[in-house]
Nanobody, 128 residues
C-alpha cells in the first residue's frame, strides 16, 4: 500500500506561482510512475502531468506546457509540481497519484484508471 499526501495548494493571483508536493508513505516508490491530476467543480478529473520512475519520460497536458514542471526526488519518495504563470482556469483540486511498480522504469501512464493510489487532494485557487 502507498499513501500519498499533497501539500502546497492555496490562493494566488493570476500570473503567480505555487509548488505542490506529494509525499509517499511507502518505504519506497521504486518503480512507481507518478502523476498529477486536477478536478474543477462540475468537471471530470483530468490529467495534468506525469513522470516515469526514471524521470526520463515526462508528459504534460497541452494547456500547462511551458508553465508547469513535474519532478521527483526518489530518495525522498516525493514528487513535485511547480506551477508558474497561473491562470484562473487552473483553479481546481489537484491530486497526486501513483501507479503500481512496472517492469519498465520509463513507463508513464496518463489515464485516471491507470493509477492505483491517490492522495486526498489540495485546493488551488487562482484569482483574476
Amino acid at each position: 500500500q502507498v499513501q500519498l499526501v499533497e501539500s502546497g495548494g492555496g490562493l494566488v493571483q493570476a500570473g503567480g506561482s505555487l509548488r505542490l508536493s506529494c509525499a509517499a508513505s511507502a518505504r519506497t516508490t521504486s518503480g512507481y510512475a507518478m502523476g498529477w491530476f486536477r478536478q474543477a467543480p462540475g468537471k471530470e478529473r483530468e490529467f495534468v502531468a506525469a513522470i516515469s520512475w526514471s524521470g526520463g519520460n515526462i508528459y504534460y497536458l497541452d494547456s500547462v506546457k511551458g508553465r508547469f514542471t513535474i519532478s521527483r526526488d526518489n530518495a525522498k519518495n516525493t514528487v513535485y509540481l511547480q506551477m508558474n504563470s497561473l491562470k484562473p482556469e487552473d483553479t481546481a483540486v489537484y491530486y497526486c497519484a501513483a501507479d503500481r511498480p512496472r517492469p519498465s522504469e520509463d513507463w508513464v501512464p496518463v489515464l485516471v484508471k491507470q493509477y492505483d493510489y491517490w492522495g486526498q487532494g489540495t485546493q488551488v485557487t487562482v484569482s483574476s
